[in-house]
């Protein structure tokens, strides 16, 4: 039975870590959004992945629900406040779009990474509701990918913006 609890606090630990980790998030993405002005397709997509984050967190909090477990509201608050500052931190760059997207595209990595553990956990834990990560997980992949692909697009935008001498660093 000791064994059974442990794999259990594994899991719930990571739960509540991936809940701080999309409120974190969100306070990278809503900042880039409000602040993107000429690169339409990136601000799509960071609104759909919005959209997606605050299913991610319903679906969170879900589980940890029928655990009769809540989130930690303290570690949330610490990561949001640290991922509004990971906002901020590129705001004076001329190229803030491309730093930026380098910063998403290793977010969502980290991401790829917490679910490939939390699921991991969840099944050494026996856990039921694993679908429901793993729909998580799915998002974090698909958006990784999104940002990839995508990368060239933007840099293209952005070095011919800069070329008209238009804004180019949002
Ligand atoms: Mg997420
Ligand atoms: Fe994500």
Same mark, same amino acid.
């Given at each position: 039975?000791?064994?059974?609890?442990?794999?259990?606090?594994?899991?719930?630990?990571?739960?509540?870590?991936?809940?701080?980790?999309?409120?974190?998030?969100?306070?990278?993405?809503?900042?880039?959004?409000?602040?993107?002005?000429?690169?339409?397709?990136?601000?799509?997509?960071?609104?759909?992945?919005?959209?997606?984050?605050?299913?991610?967190?319903?679906?969170?909090?879900?589980?940890?629900?029928?655990?009769?477990?809540?989130?930690?509201?303290?570690?949330?608050? #610490?990561?949001?406040? +640290? %991922? @509004?500052?990971?906002?901020?931190?590129?705001?004076?760059?001329? $190229? &803030?779009? !491309?730093?930026?997207?380098?910063?998403?595209?290793?977010?969502?990595?980290?991401?790829?990474?917490?679910?490939?553990?939390?699921?991991? #956990?969840?099944?050494? +834990? %026996? @856990?039921?509701?694993?679908?429901?990560?793993?729909?998580?997980? $799915? &998002?974090? !992949?698909?958006?990784?990918?999104?940002?990839?692909?995508?990368?060239?697009?933007?840099?293209?935008?952005?070095?011919?913006?800069?070329?008209?001498?238009?804004?180019?660093?949002?």
């Amino acid at each position: 039975m000791q064994n059974v609890a442990t794999a259990n606090e594994v899991f719930i630990t990571g739960l509540k870590n991936a809940h701080a980790m999309e409120n974190q998030a969100l306070s990278i993405m809503k900042p880039q959004l409000k602040r993107i002005e000429h690169y339409p397709e990136v601000a799509a997509q960071l609104d759909l992945h919005i959209t997606e984050t605050e299913g991610q967190i319903q679906r969170i909090e879900e589980i940890l629900d029928r655990l009769s477990e809540s989130a930690s509201g303290l570690k949330d608050a #610490a990561l949001s406040a +640290s %991922g @509004a500052m990971a906002a901020l931190s590129h705001t004076m760059a001329s $190229d &803030e779009i !491309l730093k930026n997207s380098f910063a998403n595209f290793a977010f969502e990595h980290f991401e790829i990474a917490a679910y490939t553990s939390l699921l991991t #956990a969840g099944e050494e +834990s %026996g @856990a039921a509701d694993l679908p429901l990560l793993r729909q998580n997980l $799915d &998002e974090e !992949l698909r958006m990784a990918e999104w940002l990839q692909d995508n990368l060239p697009a933007v840099t293209r935008s952005y070095s011919a913006l800069s070329g008209s001498g238009e804004r180019a660093d949002v």
